[in-house]
């Protein structure tokens, strides 16, 4: 039976590797190994866990991956060279299965402007390197950089050649959004057809959402060109545009079984929890309107829907909304809950802490943003959790506490209190507003220069009580980076939120951005 001939469709994420390459998206160890784990809690075949040889950080962050995740392969990036694959190699070991996904441009633009490569040398390069990356693993996956602009012929030598050397699967890169759904599936239906022994490797799909067709490519991709792969990332999230949204690919598969005859392994139970999770660590806000994870994806305000749907809910809906993790904001604890009821509730969502004493400083935490919030809703716990990892790795800067004073035709005056490697100072600043006054406090000691590129305020909850979730992107020569903060102050999320994209800045951790 032909490779492609499967009824199963691979998921294959790539939001800890392409989605973070977001400008502002970068995400420390301990982040990537939370969401690595939360998308084995979805069931994703193939975790794409970073780029190895772009940092020490992200090789370090792929090999505890690695080491953690079971039931999902779990894949390195790498150009094309040994090093790269070495690399990937070395941070994949521990790995119970893994994959080496290596890559190298052959579109004419590409191999003259930036590899500066004549064809045969990239071919040869090519080769090569899956050849190479086949004494380590014999799961290698190997992607045409830019392979929607490429010529025809040259394409089909490439991966007939590498295909050979024993290249798996054969990832069809549409790395600048060029792509058109029937003109993209006819080009990997071409490339499967003319290509001897195309039947010897799955094919994937891996599109950008340039022109807001990275869904309809990779499902054109699917039915016309064969692939039984899609790449694809948590919210859509990734460079420019953005990746090929998981939650929509999956759904469309699900829910118009009946055109693409095609399972999926994801537990869709879990998609708005994991969307919710990549959200709140990236900072990136979900829109209202977003397919299947949007806050009004299942709202009805119209009173002609409202009435169908009071009827027979499958007059407006095509899904359900528990199908994919909706429920109502479900008030889970309060304040005189014990830590047993906090650590099953902990396990429920997901969230595994590595020690006692870690569970212990939640819960403290737990307690206190009981003492002064009645309702705590499931969301709250997540932030509160994320807020305590966050803070813990990021030791350099530290929030201890903040007064403010401000009132109709005075200036706001505030006054903060952190840590700086452990030793407390406090600062006082003036500015337009409550929010400004505190950014200037905290500028008066650290004298950052970084510039101020997106404040975001978002309620985590319903309710004047609801915890503000706040972002803060800066910037800094040439490095974007986004700091969260949540509390039911705003004030204190802001504060909480600069500090921590402030800690990103002193990592100093620079990466290569190798884009697919």
């Known amino acids: ?84 694959i070495s690399r990937a190699a070395e941070a994949l070991a521990p790995a119970a299965r893994k994959r080496i996904h290596t890559f190298i441009a052959t579109s004419p633009l590409h191999m003259e402007k930036k590899l500066r490569m004549s064809p045969e040398q990239v071919l040869e390069q090519a080769k090569q390197a899956v050849r190479f990356a086949r004494q380590f693993t014999d799961d290698v996956e190997f992607s045409p950089e830019d392979g929607s602009r490429s010529d025809m012929d040259f394409l089909c030598r490439v991966l007939e050649t590498v295909i050979a050397e024993g290249a798996t699967t054969i990832n069809f890169a549409d790395t600048v959004g060029y792509g058109v759904p029937e003109l993209y599936g006819n080009m990997l239906k071409t490339l499967r057809e003319r290509i001897p022994n195309s039947d010897k490797a799955i094919w994937s799909v891996h599109c950008h959402n340039d022109l807001g067709m990275a869904v309809a490519n990779s499902l054109a991709g699917v039915m ?167 803070s813990r790795e990021s030791e350099h800067y530290r929030f201890v506490s903040l007064a403010q004073h401000s009132e109709t035709g005075e200036q706001p005056v505030s006054k903060v209190v952190f840590s700086i490697d452990g030793k407390e100072i406090a600062s006082e600043g003036q500015g337009n507003g409550p929010v400004d006054a505190t950014v200037n406090a905290i500028e008066a000691r650290v004298a950052s220069g970084a510039e101020l590129l997106l404040f975001s305020v978002n309620a985590i909850t319903t309710g004047t009580q609801s915890q503000g ?48």
């Open 1 to 84: 039976m032909a490779a492609n001939s499967s009824d199963k469709l691979i998921i294959f994420d790539t939001t800890l590797r392409d989605g973070e390459q977001s400008p502002g998206a970068s995400m420390t160890k301990e982040e990537k190994i939370r969401i690595a784990r939360q998308l084995e809690r979805l069931r994703v075949d193939v975790i794409e866990a970073g780029f190895a040889a772009s940092s020490q950080g992200d090789f370090e962050a792929i090999r505890a991956i690695a080491g953690l995740i079971k039931d999902s392969t779990v894949c390195s990036l790498s150009r094309a060279n040994d090093r790269d």
């Open 469 to 516: 979730e706040v972002t803060m992107r800066l910037s800094k020569s040439g490095r974007i980076v986004n700091g969260v903060g949540a509390d039911p102050d705003i004030v204190v999320a802001s504060a909480k939120a600069y500090l921590s994209a402030l800690n990103k800045l002193h990592s100093e951790v620079e990466k290569l951005n190798p884009q697919l």
């Open 224 to 390: 016309i060109g064969g692939a039984r792969q899609v790449e694809c990332t948590i919210n859509g999230l990734g460079e420019r545009a953005g990746n090929t949204a998981l939650e929509e690919v999956v759904m469309a598969v699900r829910t118009r079984r009946d055109y693409f005859n095609l399972d999926v392994g994801i537990d869709t139970t879990q998609i708005v929890s994991t969307s919710k999770l990549v959200s709140q660590i990236t900072g990136f806000v979900v829109q209202p309107n977003k397919s299947v994870v949007g806050a009004n994806a299942f709202a009805h305000a119209s009173g002609i829907h409202q009435d169908g749907v009071l009827k027979a809910r499958d007059t407006y809906e095509i899904m359900r909304a528990e199908d994919v993790g909706w429920s109502a904001n479900k008030i889970v604890l309060g304040k005189l809950s014990g830590r047993n009821a906090f650590k099953q509730r902990l396990q429920e969502l997901g969230i595994q802490l590595d020690s006692e004493a870690e569970v212990n400083a939640a819960f403290s935490r737990f307690k206190d943003l009981a003492d002064r919030k009645a309702e705590i809703f499931d969301e709250d716990i997540m932030a509160l959790v994320a807020d305590e990892q966050q």
